[in-house]
């Protein structure tokens, strides 16, 4: 017996789209079972959708971008490695008898040249994501991705980081196992890596979390992803100990790629497809291994000695402001 299609999960600001794409395949349906021509006002009914997607997906709020980059659907870290990586084999463990399923990591080959891959990885419904952990680390998983990127250095193979986490585990246990000091560690020992390190923010990008695989040379950034020092939700319970200002927040987070690349602290953005990464994942895949590919020629041919220098530069300056005259 078939399984039953699975229905599309839609964000509020997608009901309307979706609407009018159920109303074109009714229309469409109905001419076939009456034999009626109705090519024209079908293609007059996706223009008016392509147009509504384009207003829509144009004027996103911080927090409306925010739901994107938590979409279930949205490629996850294994996704976009099945999809752009002509060689895969996950590696597990961090020496210290843990393996977080939470970040994963192991070899592939992109654009035929070896590389290591480390990522936060995220479930696709509620059992995936239990196990999971929902994409939050633990001090086992961040241990277990600089030892994959101290493989990396030893064999001189560039590192790939994978952004997709609301935060670092905060559980008691993850600060019995030293979740500050793993973080912490892997942020030094980064810096201190001689071969390229391109990080991307595939999804939604928070705190420490994020930061413990985001040390790099370069950092992408999907369109819909986000960066921030923490959720909005969290931000607006500090602050207005009230989190449904979590909408307020996250503008003034400046949680967005466009918000970062104007900041000065993104490298590069990477456009989606129309409707998001979620709506077509195998041309998402193939947008960010385009630009992977790309930052990895222009970073190999620089000396080690160089990119360090340039990495460190890079973290130096963010941050930096100038005081206006008294």
């Known amino acids: 017996m078939a399984s039953p299609e699975r229905k599309p999960l839609l964000l509020d600001f997608e009901k309307p789209l979706a609407e009018l794409e159920t109303r074109i395949d009714q229309i469409r349906q109905l001419a076939e079972e009456n034999g009626v021509d109705v090519s024209e006002q079908i293609r007059q009914l996706e223009a008016r959708s392509e147009q509504l997607r384009q207003e829509i997906f144009s004027s996103l709020s911080p927090m409306q971008r925010l739901q994107l980059a938590r979409h279930p659907r949205r490629p996850s870290t294994l996704d976009y490695v099945q999809a752009i990586a002509d060689e895969w084999m996950e590696l597990h463990g961090d020496r210290r008898g843990s393996d977080d399923p939470a970040l994963v990591g192991g070899l592939a080959r992109l654009g035929g040249k070896p590389v290591v891959i480390v990522g936060h990885q995220k479930g696709r419904d509620t059992k995936d994501n239990v196990a999971r952990n929902f994409g939050m680390a633990s001090p086992g998983g961040y241990r277990k991705a600089m030892r994959l990127m101290e493989h990396a250095n030893r064999f001189s193979m560039p590192v790939l980081t994978f952004i997709d986490t609301p935060g670092a585990w905060a559980g008691i246990e993850a600060e019995h196992l030293g979740q500050g000091e793993a973080i912490a560690y892997n942020l030094r020992e980064m810096f201190s890596l001689d071969v390229p390190i391109v990080c991307t923010v595939i999804g939604e990008g928070g705190s420490g979390g994020a930061l413990g695989i985001g040390v790099g040379d370069r950092l992408l950034m999907f369109e819909h ?6 959720t909005p ?4 319970a500090i602050l207005w100990k009230d989190a449904r200002k979590a909408p307020q927040a996250a503008e003034a987070l400046k949680i967005t790629a466009g918000d970062l690349k104007n900041l000065g602290i993104l490298d590069e953005l990477l456009p989606e497809p129309s409707g998001a990464a979620h709506a077509d994942p195998l041309k998402a895949a193939e947008i960010l291994k385009q630009a992977l590919l790309q930052n990895l020629e222009e970073l190999c041919g620089i000396t080690a000695a160089h990119r360090r220098e340039l990495r460190y530069q ?13």
């Open 225 to 230: 992803a986000v960066y921030t020092v923490a």
């Open 233 to 236: 939700e969290a931000c607006a």
């Open 314 to 326: 890079k973290f130096r300056r963010i941050g930096m402001f100038l005081e206006g005259a008294a």
